[in-house]
């Protein structure tokens, strides 16, 4: 089982990123996906969230409004992109897939929103 994310990296506030997370190893249409994030010396916190279909989503308010959670099943991929980044927006990223009681954690990649 592999999750991987790509597509972080330093980003002027304002900018904009897209997360790719490439899933394998396990049926990937039949997991919920999320995005979390976790800051140096802060809680790992939920970001977004993705059902099996796509057809409901859910954000931190944090993030609503720019940040938009999306799944490929066919290419067994969830993506995140984010828009109007912010400084506090710095974090690693990772993703993560769920079913009932099985669930698997990406790596992380980092972003870091900066001038």
């Known amino acids: 089982v592999q999750l991987v994310e790509s597509g972080g990296g330093l980003v002027q506030p304002g900018g904009s990123l897209r997360l790719s997370c490439a899933a394998s190893?396990?049926?990937?249409?039949?997991?919920?996906m999320r995005w979390y994030r976790q800051a140096p010396g802060k809680e790992r916190e939920l970001v977004a969230h993705?059902?099996?279909?796509?057809?409901?989503?859910n954000y931190a308010d944090s993030v609503k409004g720019r940040f938009r959670i999306s799944r490929d099943n066919a290419k067994n991929t969830v993506y995140l992109q984010m828009n109007s980044l912010k400084p506090e927006d710095t974090a690693v990223y990772y993703c993560?897939?769920?079913?009932?009681?099985?669930?698997?954690w990406g790596q992380g990649t980092q972003v870091t929103v900066s001038s």
């Open positions: 993705i059902s099996t279909t796509g057809g409901s989503e």
């Open positions: 993560y897939a769920r079913k009932f009681t099985d669930d698997y």
């Open positions: 190893g396990f049926t990937f249409s039949r997991y919920s």
